[in-house]
């Protein structure tokens, strides 16, 4: 089957900086994304990575790591409206040239001023 | 403005009934795709399609058809809902390159079902 582990709840203080972790095992990969979403909401994209390193957006940065199946979210200056669920999933290739995508069950952030 | 559109957002039935929702996308996206969030188990992908007559199955895929007759259009299909199938279900499309495969999703509103 396939593993993707993210930590269920993390609470940090407004202004801080937080680490979201996210370890994959899973048949096959080609790619790894984050989304947030809010309570009641729809995910939004956040990030991408496909090759070992760190992509910078912003107050948002990601981080790959293939050999260890391993990534994590950097939230920077964080705000209150980023208390939210984030999301990492995998893409990976299926036996018929396909792509599936396969979520991790989320991490639920507070900001606390 | 591009968007995906899902309807309806609300639907409440009865067991064995069967139910469509509608999915459809303005991007001109190749791959879509369908999940269920559930809590405690995230978003679980019920069937996606690569491009228009092409589908397969996803992670849970008992108990759900899909259709991608156009491009723009991916229906769900309920055949006999149970009340294991109540859930948020969304819908999601990506534009699809052959060199970097699918890319990031754009989710529809959801649908919140709930079978009785």
């Known amino acids: 089957g396939q593993n993707i582990d993210q930590p269920t709840e993390m609470t940090a203080t407004e202004g801080a900086i937080v680490q979201i972790n996210c370890t994959y095992q899973?048949?096959?990969?080609?790619?790894l994304f984050w989304y947030q979403q809010h309570a009641g909401e729809a995910p939004t994209f956040l990030s991408y990575?496909?090759?070992?390193g760190l992509e910078e957006k912003g107050r948002f940065s990601s981080f790959l790591s293939r050999s260890k199946g391993y990534s994590y979210l950097l939230l920077k200056e964080l705000q209150m409206k980023d208390s939210a669920s984030y999301l990492c999933?995998?893409?990976?290739?299926?036996?018929?040239?396909?792509?599936?995508?396969?979520f991790g069950t989320g991490t639920k952030l507070q900001v606390i001023p | 403005e591009a968007q995906v559109t899902q309807n309806p957002r609300y639907l409440i039935t009865v067991t064995g009934k069967k139910l469509t929702v509608t999915c459809s996308q303005n991007?001109?996206?190749?791959?879509m795709s369908w999940y269920r969030q559930d809590p405690g188990l995230g978003l679980r992908q019920i069937y996606y399609?690569?491009?228009?007559?092409?589908?397969d199955k996803g992670d849970v895929p008992e108990g759900y058809k899909v259709s991608r007759k156009e491009k723009r259009n991916f229906p769900l299909i309920l055949e006999s809902p149970s009340p294991n199938q109540t859930s948020l279900y969304f819908c999601?499309?990506?534009?699809?390159?052959?060199?970097?495969?699918?890319?990031?999703?754009?989710f529809g509103q959801g649908t919140r079902l709930t079978v009785v």
């Open positions: 991007m001109n996206h190749e791959y």
């Open positions: 999933a995998v893409r990976r290739p299926n036996s018929g040239g396909y792509q599936k995508v396969t």
């Open positions: 899973t048949s096959g990969f080609n790619g």
């Open positions: 399609s690569m491009n228009v007559e092409v589908t």
């Open positions: 990575n496909v090759l070992d």
């Open positions: 999601a499309s990506s534009l699809y390159h052959k060199g970097q495969g699918v890319t990031e999703a754009f």
